[in-house]
């Protein structure tokens, strides 16, 4: 018997369900990329998000066309533009039975705001959340905002009695490889119960039969099993092993889609890579340049930007599964404008030139951190940068390993560069420009900018959007914003990315572009 189907005869004992009802409707879903952990407010990572939202949910949620409806919220009202009171569902229980109420909020709420967490940026410009009563909260504003509800939908509830008795009320401190009860168990309000969690193994999951809504969906369990290797994966899902594949090899596409037992579901991610360069040291780490940081002078980024052959990475290494980016957001991400989107053309004489007037005549060496089991072929884009910065006289250190230790680094700022794919979970592109480029202050404003950005004409603008509940004048802060972070070259995108699913042709889901499947929408046929 396969690893997987051992999972899923063990997850059938596991739930207390029999075995038949086990084979009845399993969905084994395999992905390159393992969870980092079950606290939900400690990593703001896509993967571990998309497993965790089967158990925890929020006030809100999206519906199957990304528009923004009550979840554990029956009702929202803006007593003011400042306050908004939510009507809490009643009767909603957590998986060990505990009732929701009110306290869980407002614990959640000061949970997600510690700052060894990563997602804080979900309960950006909400100063405090007041119980009115069991049922009844306000979200005390710091100021109007106008994306409120969709930065919501990925601030889960945990229960404040099981958090306490477990000795997690403090959320988990990744960066320091700090483990607590909620890293490795969960307890949410949600239609699924996650049953374990073994580390680059497998993550089990079965229905939970008191989830408060409506069932539309006939999956009663799912095994999530990171597989590495693309050969290793594309052979589970051929052999039968797995249902479904959230990250297809582009070389594999073509074959996938040619084989009748097989189905391929397209669609474009609202993810962009792209390299960010530490502008903070005084001394760049990981580099042969001593006493100074290259990065911190627009000359040398605007080098290495103009460096990159985007179109050869499409063609070469995504087999034509990208586009080639000129702005930090994606199409469908509000903010993209073909117009602003305009990938950069290589030129190398130019490129020689800057870093010659920058002072590096003979180019330099420095690191570039790598995951290399994250994002399409995420290794081998930072194989072709550094052949390409070769060109100029720049020589590049490579650096790969799996996204779990990565990112510890990233976090700790132990890097001198490193590739990032950043999904807009909110489609709105402050999301993408207040976490990455905004100066790291404290709460949301720089949670994920480690290269240490800091440009206060960027974020003036980035605070101006925060509150501008003005369309048209809001939109045109953010356009000159992704306008400011382009011609600054303060970050280099890469391309957004495209993530084909690949399913038996007995699965019937919903393509989601936040790259997140989600088993309430999927049913076998």
């Not at 976090?411 to 905004?438: C, E, K, P």
């Amino acid at each position: 018997m396969s690893p997987v189907r051992t999972a899923l005869a063990s997850l059938a004992l596991a739930a207390g369900l029999g075995l038949a009802s086990a084979h009845a409707a399993p969905l084994r879903w395999g992905a390159q990329n393992d969870i980092l952990t079950l606290d939900p407010h400690s990593q703001n990572h896509a993967t571990t998000n998309a497993i965790l939202m089967h158990a925890y949910e929020g006030l809100v949620r999206y519906n199957a066309k990304y528009e923004v409806e009550p979840a554990l919220a029956t009702k929202w009202t803006f007593v003011t533009p400042t306050q908004v009171r939510f009507e809490l569902r009643k009767g909603v229980k957590f998986h060990d039975g505990t009732p929701f109420v009110a306290d869980d909020v407002v614990f959640s709420f000061g949970r997600i705001k510690q700052p060894q967490g990563t997602m804080s940026i979900y309960v950006t410009g909400i100063s405090e959340v007041k119980k009115v009563d069991e049922h009844t909260v306000d979200f005390i504003l710091s100021g109007p905002n106008p994306i409120l509800l969709r930065n919501i939908v990925d601030f889960f509830i945990v229960s404040k009695s099981w958090a306490e008795k477990n000795r997690s009320a403090n959320t988990q401190d990744y960066k320091a490889k700090e483990e607590n009860y909620a890293s490795r168990n969960v307890n949410g309000t949600g239609p699924f119960r996650i049953l374990s969690w073994q580390p680059e193994q497998r993550v089990a999951m079965a229905r939970h039969d008191g989830w408060w809504d409506k069932r539309t969906s006939n999956v009663d369990q799912v095994v999530y099993t990171p597989i590495k290797a693309d050969s290793t994966r594309v052979a589970a899902l051929l052999s039968g092993d797995l249902d479904m594949v959230t990250d297809v090899p582009p070389q594999d596409v073509a074959r996938l889609r040619a084989d009748p037992k097989l189905k391929v579901v397209d669609g474009a991610e609202v993810r962009t890579i792209f390299i960010a360069l530490d502008q903070h040291n005084a001394e760049l780490k990981h580099s042969s340049v001593k006493g100074k940081n290259p990065f911190k002078d627009k000359r040398v980024r605007e080098a290495l930007d103009i460096a990159i052959d985007r179109e050869a990475i499409k063609r070469n290494v995504m087999r034509g599964m990208s586009l080639p980016a000129g702005i930090l957001v994606a199409p469908g991400v509000n903010g993209n404008t073909a117009d602003i989107d305009k990938p950069l053309a290589v030129n190398l004489p130019r490129a020689k030139q800057l870093l010659a007037e920058a002072g590096y005549p003979n180019g330099f060496e420095f690191q570039l951190n790598c995951p290399n089991n994250r994002y399409v072929n995420d290794e081998k884009i930072c194989l072709a940068l550094a052949s390409m910065w070769a060109k100029i006289g720049v020589n590049t250190k490579v650096a790969a390993e799996s996204m779990s230790t990565f990112i510890q680094k990233v976090q700790n700022s132990d890097t001198s560069a490193y590739m990032l794919g950043w999904g807009v979970a909110t489609y709105d592109a402050q999301y993408s420009l207040q976490s990455l480029v905004r100066t790291r202050t404290t709460g949301a404003d720089g949670n994920f900018n480690f290269g240490r950005v800091s440009d206060p004409a960027l974020d003036k603008l980035v605070d101006g959007m925060k509150v501008e509940t003005d369309v048209a004048k809001r939109n045109a802060l953010i356009k000159d914003a992704l306008v400011r972070t382009r011609d600054e070259h303060l970050v280099l995108p890469l391309h957004h990315q495209i993530r084909p699913w690949a399913m038996v042709k007995a699965v019937d889901t919903i393509h989601r572009s936040d790259d997140r499947p989600q088993a309430r929408f999927t049913n076998f046929k």
